[in-house]
Structures are given as C-alpha cells and as structure tokens.
C-alpha cells in the first residue's frame, strides 16, 4: 500500500460513487481504499477485525470521513483517531453533507484538519476534489511516520 493512499469512510453508495468518478475526473490515481462504516475505518486504521495483520505504520495520505456511519459514528471515529498517538496526526478531512452548525463544531472541537460539506451538483463536486487533491495530495507537508515519536 505504498504511496499516497486515500481513505474514503462512506456508507452511502451514491455517495461513495459520485466520490470516486470525481476523483478519476480530476486524474487522481492513487488508491483509494473504502470502508462503508466507522468499524471498518477504525479495523483498517489499527490493523483489527477484517484488516488483521494489516501493517498499521502504513497510514494513508488522508482519511474522507463521513460523519454520519453504522455501528460507530465519524465522530468517534475521529475522537479515537486523535486519542491513539499512532494516529493522531493523520490528516483527516470531513466530507458530509450535513448543514448542521453543531456538526462543524464537533468535528473541529474533535480535531478535524477540514470540514467539507458535500456538493449535490457534480461539477461543484469535481471541483472540490481537484481542490483537495491540490491540498492535501500535493501542497501539505506530512508530519513524519512515526509520528515524531522515536
């Protein structure tokens, strides 16, 4: 899984769908590993469940979290990616399309890098993927992988 990966965490199909057609319109190749809900991000990230075995010094490049999952919501997601120092400063980005205030709020108060809100129409959709592909593929600087921790 060397490279710049991408972890999508999105239960909705169409979402999930209209996600990657805007990635591949935006020529962004890298891999995009998928999980439908906060669980399986949670197995993929700490190498559990489903992803046992998995070497978990591998991070992805950035994690599209939803916030609202099955079984364990975006929130907590990212509440326990931030309280784990082997993740907590994994670049993490949430994609919803919640309009609450109070959802922004929790997801920076939890630690959040961004907060995008999902665009219905497909070229604002595209857009915003070729932005965040700038952004978070390109331009940021990753903190080292092991955290700074020795």
């Known amino acids: 899984m060397k490279g710049k990966v991408i972890l999508l965490v ?3 199909p169409d979402d999930e ?4 057609r ?3 319109h935006n020529n962004i190749v890298n891999k995009v590993v998928v999980v439908r809900d906060g669980a399986e991000a949670l197995d993929f ?3 559990t469940g ?3 075995g998995r070497d978990i010094r591998d991070l992805p490049q950035v994690v599209f979290l939803d916030l609202k999952l099955p079984r364990i919501d975006g929130l ?3 509440t326990r990616i931030r309280a ?4 907590k400063l994994l670049p993490v980005v949430i994609l919803t399309s919640s309009k609450e205030e109070q959802d922004l709020i929790a997801g920076y108060s939890n630690g959040a890098n961004s907060y995008i809100q999902k665009p219905v ?3 604002q959709f595209a857009e915003a993927a070729r932005q965040l592909k700038l952004y978070w593929l390109v331009l940021n600087e990753q903190p080292p992988a092991n955290g700074g921790f020795q």
């Open 10 to 12: 999105e239960d909705n």
């Open 45 to 47: 990230l700490f190498g």
């Open 50 to 52: 489903a992803h046992e």
């Open 121 to 123: 129409d497909f070229t």
């Open 76 to 78: 907590e997601v990212l």
């Open 22 to 24: 805007a990635l591949r």
């Open 84 to 87: 784990d120092p082997r993740t």
């Open 17 to 20: 769908a209209l996600t990657l």
